[in-house]
């Protein structure tokens, strides 16, 4: 009856770019022989890197909710919600390496997780307003280059603003009975 726990899928379009003329460290195997240097990323010495359709992150998240301001006869509900999730990374890999362009496209390319802490406020039973901060840590792998693969981790920072409706789930759904 108290309805404060809930599954959520969410999703964000991020993008991951590499600056033109930014030095980056680059490490692995090319042409048989290892590599360990710092190389001119510029599109005129033959290489960039772009998660530029996305980085996107999956994520399923376990959300409970603790309710603050609770005063429907004001029409207001304020909650906290805090959440953690994990998932899929589904970036567009876009980049060139030593002069050799990859095919730009979309791919299951590892994992991420994340939490979350948001302040949602309601209003008139339907409408909100959230604001919310998430740490996002994403490891990828299997990343399409020309003739090979890549892999690269990093975490992001988010600040999240949200306005939208409820629905009413259910009848007996103690947030929208009268």
Known sequence: K???L???INFDHTKYLISNNQYLSVRG???????DSTVLFSEDNGFYYFLNNGANFFLLNIVKKYTLVDKYRHNLRVDFLPKVGIGPVVPHVENKLF???????FQIGGWNM???TAIRATFFKYGFLEFAQKL???RYSNLR???GRAKQSFATYELILTAGITLPTGKNNSL???
Do not use: C, M, P
Request: hydrophobic share 35%; glycine share 10%; charged share 25%.
């Open 2 to 4: 108290k309805h404060d």
């Open 6 to 8: 809930a599954l959520e």
């Open 29 to 35: 195997i090319y042409q048989g022989r290892y590599i």
């Open 99 to 105: 002069g050799k362009t990859n095919d730009a496209a």
């Open 114 to 116: 994340g939490v979350e």
């Open 136 to 138: 996002d840590y994403a």
């Open 145 to 147: 280059v020309y003739s």
């Open 176 to 178: 929208f009975q009268l």
